[in-house]
Antibody, heavy 125, light 107 residues
Framework: EVQLVQSGAEVKKPGESLKISCKGS????????IGWVRQMPGKGLEWMGI????????RYSPSFQGQVTISADKSISTAYLQWSSLKASDTAMYYC??????????????????WGQGTMVTVSS | EIVLTQSPGTLSLSPGERATLSCRAS???????LAWYQQKPGQAPRLLIY???SRATGIPDRFSGSGSGTDFTLTISRLEPEDFAVYYC????????FGQGTKLEIK
C-alpha cells in the first residue's frame, strides 16, 4: 500500500525550533516529489514548497521562502519540514503529499495524489 | 503567481441534486494542469480530478471536471450524502496554488 505517515502532534513555545517528518512507503520514494501544505485553523490549503528526494531539488512558495526549510533523507524514505524559530502564527495542521513528475520544458510536478494524515503544530506561550 | 478564485463560497443543495463548482484563474493554466480535491472535517484532502478532467483512482463517475485556459468546473451529477464537504481547486502548471475553497452543505 502506498502511504505517507507523518510524525505526531507537537506543542511548542514561540522561538523554539521544530522538525516534523513524513515517511513514504509502498513506492519508489526517490521518483516522486513530496510537497508540504499548511492549513491554519478553519482556513484553506496553502502550498509551502516541494522537494524531489532523488536529488534534493527543492522549490518554495514565495510566501514561505526563508520561513521554513524542506529536506529529505532518501536512505530512510523520509521528508522533513523544519522551523528555526516558531511563531504563534505557525499554529496549523501541516500535510505532506506526493506528486508525480511532469516534464514541461523542465522537470515539474503533478497533482498531489497521496496525502499524509497531517501533523498538528501548536505554538503557544 | 496564478491566483485561483472559487465560486460560490458556499453551496447549499439537497442529496440527489446536481452541483456545479467554479474555479477561475488569474491567467491561463498551462496544459490544463488543474486539479480538484475534496476535504471532509478532520481528514486530509483527497484528489478527485487532475488534468482538468481525468478522475483519480477510485473516484465515482458522478464526479466530472471540465474547462481550460482560465475557467474550470467541477460537476457532481447526483449528490450523495457523503459528498457534502469542502472542495478546492489547485493549479500545478506553474508552482502550486490552491483556490480558497467551496463549502458544499446540505440544504
Amino acid at each position: 500500500e502506498v502511504q505517507l505517515v507523518q510524525s505526531g502532534a507537537e506543542v511548542k513555545k514561540p522561538g523554539e525550533s521544530l522538525k516534523i517528518s513524513c515517511k513514504g512507503s509502498g513506492y519508489s520514494f526517490t521518483s516522486y516529489w513530496i510537497g508540504w501544505v499548511r492549513q491554519m485553523p478553519g482556513k484553506g490549503l496553502e502550498w509551502m514548497g516541494i522537494i524531489y528526494p532523488g536529488d534534493s531539488d527543492t522549490r518554495y512558495s514565495p510566501s514561505f521562502q526563508g520561513q521554513v526549510t524542506i529536506s529529505a533523507d532518501k536512505s530512510i524514505s523520509t521528508a522533513y519540514l523544519q522551523w528555526s524559530s516558531l511563531k504563534a502564527s505557525d499554529t496549523a495542521m501541516y500535510y505532506c503529499a506526493r506528486a508525480g513528475v511532469l516534464w514541461f520544458g523542465e522537470r515539474t510536478f503533478d497533482a498531489f495524489d497521496i496525502w499524509g494524515q497531517g501533523t498538528m503544530v501548536t505554538v503557544s506561550s | 503567481e496564478i491566483v485561483l478564485t472559487q465560486s460560490p463560497g458556499t453551496l447549499s443543495l439537497s442529496p440527489g441534486e446536481r452541483a456545479t463548482l467554479s474555479c477561475r484563474a488569474s491567467q491561463s493554466v498551462s496544459s490544463s494542469y488543474l486539479a480538484w480535491y475534496q476535504q471532509k472535517p478532520g481528514q486530509a484532502p483527497r484528489l478527485l480530478i487532475y488534468g482538468a478532467s481525468s478522475r483519480a483512482t477510485g473516484i465515482p463517475d458522478r464526479f466530472s471536471g471540465s474547462g481550460s485556459g482560465t475557467d474550470f468546473t467541477l460537476t457532481i451529477s447526483r449528490l450523495e450524502p457523503e459528498d457534502f464537504a469542502v472542495y478546492y481547486c489547485q493549479q500545478y502548471g506553474s508552482s502550486h496554488t490552491f483556490g480558497q475553497g467551496t463549502k458544499l452543505e446540505i440544504k
